[in-house]
Nanobody, 121 residues
Framework: QVQLAESGGGLVQPGGSLRLSCVAS????????MSWYRQAPGKERELVAS????????NDADSMKGRFTISRDDAKNTVYLQMTSLKPEDTAVYYC??????????????WGQGTQVTVSS
């Protein structure tokens, strides 16, 4: 059974930091690209950052570059999102996502349940 379990969200003041974790189970974690997405109320889900199977990282939104860092620990089947200098506009539900492809080119996509991050004074 595939599971992606996010944790680490909560209420933080502007300028603060949080580290989100996502523990994966039920699939071969090291074979998957891992990403963090977020969805704010009334907005579409957006990609925050990704890390490939080889550990290459991308941050896809200029508003988050330099503030958010994704990393992975394949030994722990865990992907992290370190968030610093948080702003109220970072308030959203943050989701963990796994993407894989097998030798037949079939793709696999898994989502976690999400963890709420609220940035407010």
């Amino acid at each position: 059974q595939v599971q992606l379990a996010e944790s680490g969200g909560g209420l933080v003041q502007p300028g603060g930091s949080l580290r989100l974790s996502c523990v994966a189970s039920g699939f071969t974690f090291s074979n998957y690209d891992m990403s963090w997405y977020r969805q704010a109320p009334g907005k579409e889900r957006e990609l925050v950052a990704s890390t490939t199977r080889s550990g290459a990282r991308t941050n896809d939104a200029d508003s988050m570059k330099g503030r958010f860092t994704i990393s992975r620990d394949d030994a722990k089947n865990t992907v992290y999102l370190q968030m610093t200098s948080l702003k109220p506009e970072d308030t959203a539900v943050y989701y963990c996502h796994a993407h894989g492809i097998d030798y037949t080119w079939r793709t696999y996509d898994y989502w976690g349940q999400g963890t709420q991050v609220t940035v407010s004074s």
